[in-house]
């Protein structure tokens, strides 16, 4: 639906959308339909806990 779809970007801008898009397909390996059928706020849990992993991973592979 047109109307969900420009409602669901009203919080956002097109370029975060599609950088968030980008960040998830590369480091999630979900893909873009997947990515458009979620909503808005699945999207970014998703991309919360990605950069939670990342985080965790940077943590344990720095030296002590």
Avoid: G
């Avoid at 669901?8 to 059928?37: C, F, G, Q």
């Avoid at 699945?42 to 985080?55: F, K, N, Q, W």
Wanted: glycine content about 0%; hydrophobic content about 40%.
């Amino acid at each position: 639906c047109r109307t969900c779809f420009e409602f669901a970007l009203i919080h956002e801008s097109l370029e975060s959308y599609y950088r968030l898009n980008t960040k998830l397909v590369m480091n999630v390996h979900l893909d873009i339909e997947t990515l458009e059928s979620m909503f808005p706020f699945e999207r970014e849990v998703y991309y919360a806990l990605t950069v939670e992993e990342l985080e965790k991973k940077k943590n344990n592979a720095a030296p002590d």
